[in-house]
């Protein structure tokens, strides 16, 4: 539950955030690299996709830790600085949110970047 609250608190300062959270409190999990990219797309660790595409990889990358037993990635959520996406953020961030904690990722970092 603290968790959930504060990814809903790191959403609210998105907006304001300039740098990744410390790295103490990722989990030793591999993280995987979402960039949003134009309307309806994401690069996934360096690959171009729509945000479909990357729900359902994410979907069989959690099934495969959990046939191993293993705990699930984490996502490294990152966005433009200057917020150039058409439709702004808000959207895309609240669907990838809601799609991964469904899936079983339980830890989620927003970061602002230069292009």
Avoid: K, N
Wanted: with cysteine; glycine share 8%; charged share 30%.
């Amino acid at each position: 539950m603290l968790g959930l609250l504060l990814t809903v608190a790191s959403v609210a300062l998105f907006g304001c955030a300039s740098d990744a959270p410390p790295a103490a409190d990722r989990p030793s999990t591999d993280a995987l690299v979402v960039r949003l990219a134009d309307e309806g797309y994401v690069e996934l660790d360096g690959r171009r996709m729509t945000v479909d595409r990357m729900l359902y990889e994410l979907r069989l990358a959690v099934r495969a830790t959990d046939a191993a037993g293993a705990e699930p990635p984490w996502i490294d959520l990152r966005a433009p600085r200057d917020g150039d996406l058409p439709g702004g953020f808000d959207e895309p961030l609240r669907r990838i949110q809601s799609e991964a904690y469904a899936t079983g990722i339980r830890h989620i970092e927003f970061s602002l970047e230069d292009e």
